[in-house]
């Protein structure tokens, strides 16, 4: 079974920078995607980017194309975001997510709160 584990979030003020790590364990398959989905108190569950390991495709929430970068790990175990010119409404609780050939699963989530 695989479980995820983030780590990097914070209280940032607007305009700064933070960097979310994950790092996936147990048997991933052979293709897989990992990336970051986030949830704002009222908000249902949005995915903010992930990357899949067979042809490095990535996807972006509109919203956060320019500002965020989702990257592999050279294992292809580790999934970063690199979060740069955050805002107040970027503030949630931050999941890790793992996309296998039939399931997603979810890390315990991380929170990151962009107030200043």
């Known amino acids: 079974q695989v479980q995820l584990v983030e780590s990097g979030g914070g209280l940032v003020q607007p305009g700064e920078s933070l960097r979310l790590s994950c790092a996936a364990s147990g048997r991933l398959s052979s293709t897989n995607t990992l990336g970051w989905y986030r949830q704002a108190p009222g908000n249902q569950r949005e995915l903010v980017a992930t990357a899949a390991n067979n042809d490095g495709s990535t996807r972006y929430l509109d919203s956060v194309k320019g500002r965020f970068t989702v990257s592999r790990g050279s294992t292809g175990r580790t999934v970063h975001l690199q979060m740069n010119n955050l805002k107040p409404e970027d503030t949630a609780v931050y999941y890790c997510?793992?996309?296998?050939?039939?399931?997603?699963?979810w890390g315990r989530g991380i929170q990151v709160t962009v107030s200043s």
């Open positions: 997510s793992y996309t296998g050939l039939s399931y997603t699963i």
